[in-house]
T-cell receptor, first 113, second 113 residues
Framework: DADVTQTPRNRITKTGKRIMLECSQT?????MYWYRQDPGLGLQLIYY???????NKGEISDGYSVSRQAQAKFSLSLESAIPNQTALYFC????????????FGPGTRLTVL | DQQVKQNSPSLSVQEGRISILNCDYT??????FLWYKKYPAEGPTFLIS?????DKNEDGRFTVFLNKSAKHLSLHIVPSQPGDSAVYFC????????????FGTGTKLQVIP
């Protein structure tokens, strides 16, 4: 079984709709992240959490919110989706050790019409 | 401010030849550097890393070089294989462990058979 899972894998929604992307991990890591990838822009950090009670904004948090329901679960919400939020979204986890290697989920392809 | 830069968005190399991917950084507090590889429709996966106390780390066909004075690192793949065709991200972790990793924008490598 995959260490980091994301649901849904693909989603098409309409402008103005609220949508939630979910992430679960079985690695036992405290740290979790949400990124989006746009063509030519690499990975942009949306939000990150270093433990259940810690939530931090990343580079592009406007229009997004997150919830860390448990050590293993970190969800991303788009309160009112807009077309320029069409992107590939990745969840990741890391241990917080010196190397802090990140383990990514398979991604969610979101299309906002 | 882009603290980790990959100035070449794409690179094409013949099978069997060397691929060299470059990455520059500006923050002298970065302590650990990593390379991730990403295939289409998959999340990035960790490839190789290097600590700032070293100038070279080798793992099979992959070698990462670090030049701290120039704030530059490079990933060498020898010999290149078609299966190496992917997007490569460099990433940097700061000292202290309480700050997030920073990713570059990625370089798309195409290895031509």
């Amino acid at each position: 079984d995959a260490d980091v899972t994301q649901t849904p894998r693909n989603r098409i929604t309409k402008t103005g709709k609220r949508i939630m992307l979910e992430c679960s991990q079985t690695k036992g890591h405290d740290r979790m992240y949400w990124y989006r990838q746009d063509p030519g822009l690499g990975l942009q950090l949306i939000y990150y959490s270093f433990d259940v009670k810690d939530i931090n904004k990343g580079e592009i948090s406007d229009g997004y919110s997150v919830s860390r329901q448990a050590q293993a679960k970190f969800s991303l919400s788009l309160e009112s989706a807009i077309p320029n939020q069409t992107a590939l979204y990745f969840c990741a986890t890391s241990s917080g050790e010196s190397t802090d290697t990140q383990y990514f989920g398979p991604g969610t392809r979101l299309t906002v019409l | 401010d882009q603290q980790v830069k990959q100035n070449s968005p794409s690179l094409s190399v013949q099978e069997g030849r060397i691929s060299i991917l470059n990455c520059d950084y500006t923050n002298s507090m970065f302590d650990y550097f990593l390379w991730y590889k990403k295939y289409p429709a998959e999340g990035p996966t960790f490839l190789i890393s290097i600590s700032s106390i070293k100038d070279k780390n080798e793992d099979g066909r992959f070698t990462v070089f670090l030049n701290k004075s120039a704030k530059h690192l490079s990933l060498h793949i020898v010999p290149s294989q078609p299966g190496d065709s992917a997007v490569y991200f460099c990433a940097a972790n700061p000292r202290g462990g309480y700050q997030k990793v920073t990713f570059g924008t990625g370089t798309k490598l195409q290895v031509i058979p």
